[in-house]
Nanobody, 119 residues
Framework: QVQLVESGGGLVQAGGFLRLSCAASGSIFSIGSMGWYRQAPGKQRELVATITSGGGTTYGEFVKGRFTISRDNAKNTVYLQMNSLKPEDTAVYYC?????????????WGQGTLVTVSS
């Protein structure tokens, strides 16, 4: 079994910053892409950022240079540095990872961490 554990969410004022972390653990043979998605109340879950095992990145259009995704392959951990936060960034942020465990290919989600940006 593979688990993703997120941390780093919280309450921040507009213009502030937060750093989210997500660590994968369990029976892991290899990890492919890792990423972050978010879901605001009443809205669909949307892509924030992804990063491949080789370091290639993609970002949601709304990021506009404010967020940076990175990973530490030795620690099976992905990070999301969020700067210049806006009230509209308020959402539950979910970690996602593509994992090979045993002979199975899994897509795993974290439990989510709440980010609240006050105006």
């Amino acid at each position: 079994q593979v688990q993703l554990v997120e941390s780093g969410g919280g309450l921040v004022q507009a213009g502030g910053f937060l750093r989210l972390s997500c660590a994968a653990s369990g029976s892991i043979f290899s990890i492919g892409s890792m990423g972050w998605y978010r879901q605001a109340p009443g809205k669909q879950r949307e892509l924030v950022a992804t990063i491949t095992s080789g370091g290639g990145t993609t970002y949601g259009e709304f990021v506009k240079g404010r967020f940076t995704i990175s990973r530490d392959n030795a620690k099976n951990t992905v990070y999301l540095q969020m700067n210049s936060l806006k009230p509209e960034d308020t959402a539950v942020y979910y970690c996602n990872s593509k994992v090979v465990s045993g002979q199975r290919y899994l897509e795993v989600w974290g439990q989510g961490t709440l980010v609240t940006v006050s105006s």
